[in-house]
């Protein structure tokens, strides 16, 4: 599966942003999806992922103004970021992956597509 992000972009604090993920190939219906993100000198943590068939997972800090969602016959993932907070700015990158089980969910390094990343920035 190959991942394509959408643009990020400049968002004040408080403000909303959606992201998507568009994938090729076949197998998009069958794989599970998720968001990371990174800041410089850290590592990539985990933000959200739907994985096959259905189950969501978040980072509990992000519980209640991140959502992620899915529509399949576009082959597309989105995260869903409201209230934004200066702490939110990162490079968010989307995943994929077939294999992904529940405990490895929050793990970059088990999954095995990624997007090519995208910057976002909360600032005033």
């Known amino acids: 599966v190959q991942l394509q992000a959408s643009r990020g972009g400049l968002v004040q604090p408080g403000g909303s942003l959606r992201l998507s993920c568009t994938a090729s190939?076949?197998?998009?219906?069958?794989?599970?999806v998720g968001w990371f993100r990174q800041t410089p000198g850290k590592e990539r943590d985990f933000v959200a992922a739907?994985?096959?068939?259905?189950?969501?997972r978040y980072a509990d800090s992000l519980k209640g103004r991140f959502a992620i969602s899915r529509d399949n016959a576009k082959n597309t993932a989105y995260l869903q970021m409201n209230n934004l907070r200066p702490e939110d700015t990162a490079v968010y990158y989307c995943?994929?992956?077939?294999?992904?089980?529940?405990?490895?969910?929050?793990?970059?390094?088990?999954?095995?597509?990624w997007g090519q990343g995208t910057q976002v920035t909360v600032s005033s």
């Open positions: 190939g076949r197998t998009f219906g069958r794989a599970s």
């Open positions: 739907i994985r096959y068939p259905g189950s969501i």
């Open positions: 995943a994929a992956s077939t294999s992904i089980i529940s405990s490895s969910t929050p793990d970059a390094n088990a999954w095995s597509s």
